[in-house]
């Protein structure tokens, strides 16, 4: 009895391991890969133009409705890529967990782990100064910010009067260049 008890125990055993979940990520061309695919952040320049319409009310202020373009300083995950995975030991149990913020960067990786805590915080860590340089990078402010605020805030009330916003469009996104 004891001996089929053992069998029993181990045959549920081998079938528990093989219902395990597992995580894959694949390429374009099918080919699998060794981790999830996640870009390092990049610091960009966002060149946005604003288009309007003028309402039949506008007369003589419809030319206050004229495209408006705007440039400005976004971090996105447009860098090197690099893969992140989770090696787990054999018999150690592991919690791998990836939180992105709402543009696509990486925001937190966490991993859980027994036998190996303290190795993976050192390569964590390696990997997150890697990859999150532009984290706490300055944003500067857009150029022409500082000019005739009270002429600006002016034609902003009658293009806010007169005109109907239309559309808004990426016109160009460039990594940004240290201006000397």
């Given at each position: 009895m004891r001996v089929a008890s053992m069998i029993c125990t181990a045959a549920l055993g081998g079938l528990a391991a093989g219902c395990a979940s597992s995580l894959k990520s694949f390429d374009a061309d099918g080919r699998a890969l060794t981790g999830v695919p996640?870009?390092?952040?990049?610091?960009?320049e966002v060149t946005r133009v604003t288009t309007y319409t003028a309402t039949p009310s506008a007369g003589?202020?419809?030319?206050?409705c004229k495209p408006d373009t705007a440039v400005t300083l976004e971090v996105m995950p447009l860098?090197?890529?690099?893969?992140?995975?989770?090696?787990p030991a054999t018999f150690g149990k592991a919690e791998f967990k990836l939180e992105l913020t709402e543009a696509g960067t990486l925001k937190t990786v966490s991993l859980n782990s027994d036998p190996r805590a303290a190795e993976s915080?050192?390569?964590?860590?390696a990997l997150l100064g890697t990859l999150l340089p532009y984290a706490a990078a300055p944003k500067e402010p857009p150029a022409g910010a500082r000019t005739a605020a009270t002429a600006d805030a002016t034609a902003q009330e009658l293009r806010d009067k007169h005109c109907i916003r239309t559309g808004v469009g990426i016109r160009d996104i460039q990594e940004a260049r240290p201006r000397p």
């Open positions: 996640i870009r390092a952040p990049m610091l960009v003589a202020n419809a030319a206050y860098g090197r890529l690099f893969y992140l995975n989770v090696d915080m050192k390569e964590l860590g």
